[in-house]
């Protein structure tokens, strides 16, 4: 652990001095794939010259997908949104010492303020530490 504020914020300017041409590089790279996307739609009169933060996810899927043949759909189908959900819970429980409870019946609809399809569940998590409650709805 850092025993000063001046270690913590050297080894973060390192850090950002070691990173930032890669992730330069990376953005050029991008930045090269949107343009040669908006040509292929026949849209490179929209092409700005510029890199937006909203462009980010969908070109960096295109990128994996094209340049290292990954396909996220296919990766999704072995991981179940319940069981990735439930080993996420787990993981919050061991490392934050949360207690997550799945509320029911009466309960749920009293601290939700309105009805959810049962198929939303709605939990509940006490921290150790404060005791604090916090209610978590799954979209």
């Known amino acids: 652990m850092a025993k000063t504020p001046k270690t913590v914020n050297d080894f973060l300017g390192d850090l950002r001095v070691q990173l930032a041409p890669g992730g330069k590089k990376e ?3 991008l930045m090269d794939i949107k343009k040669e996307d908006l040509k292929s739609r026949g849209l490179e009169a929209e092409d700005d010259g510029n890199y937006y ?3 980010s996810r969908f070109y960096n899927r295109m990128m994996v997908e ?3 043949s990954i396909d996220e759909q296919k990766i ?3 991981f179940p949104l319940q069981s990735t959900i439930e080993g996420m819970l787990n993981i919050f429980e061991e490392l934050f010492g949360f207690v997550f409870v799945e509320i029911t019946g009466e ?3 009293k601290l939700s303020g309105m009805s959810l ?3 939303k569940p709605q939990l509940s998590n006490m921290s150790d ?3 604090q409650r916090r209610r978590y709805r799954m979209a």
Do not use: I, Q
Request: proline share 10%; aromatic share 14%; net charge negative.
């Open 27 to 29: 953005v050029e790279h």
């Open 53 to 55: 933060l909203w462009d």
């Open 66 to 68: 094209k340049e290292y």
């Open 76 to 78: 999704a189908e072995y």
């Open 107 to 109: 309960e749920r609809t």
């Open 117 to 119: 399809p049962p198929t």
């Open 129 to 131: 530490s404060n005791r």
